[in-house]
C-alpha cells in the first residue's frame, strides 16, 4: 500500500471489459485470415489464367509453324 491507499477490487465489468478485447481481437484475426484467403484465391485464379494464354498461344505458335512447313 502506497501512501496509504486501498487498491479498488476487481470487478465484473473488469473481467468484461478483457472479455471483450479478447473477442475483438479474435475477430481481427479471422478478418485478417480471410481477406489473406481472398488475395490468395485472386493471385490462384490469375496466375492459372495467364497459364492458359501461355498455353494456347504455344499451341497457336505451333499450329503456325507446322503450317508453314506443311504448305
Do not use: C
Not at 492459372?48 to 509453324?65: N, P, R, V
Amino acid at each position: 500500500m502506497e501512501d496509504d491507499k486501498i487498491r479498488r477490487p476487481v470487478r465484473w465489468t473488469d473481467l468484461l471489459v478483457i472479455l471483450t478485447e479478447t473477442l475483438f481481437n479474435l475477430s481481427q484475426v479471422i478478418q485478417t485470415f480471410f481477406e489473406s484467403l481472398y488475395e490468395l484465391s485472386i493471385y490462384h485464379s490469375n496466375r492459372t489464367t495467364q497459364t492458359h494464354k501461355a498455353w494456347e498461344k504455344m499451341s497457336q505458335d505451333l499450329e503456325t509453324l507446322q503450317e508453314e512447313t506443311d504448305g
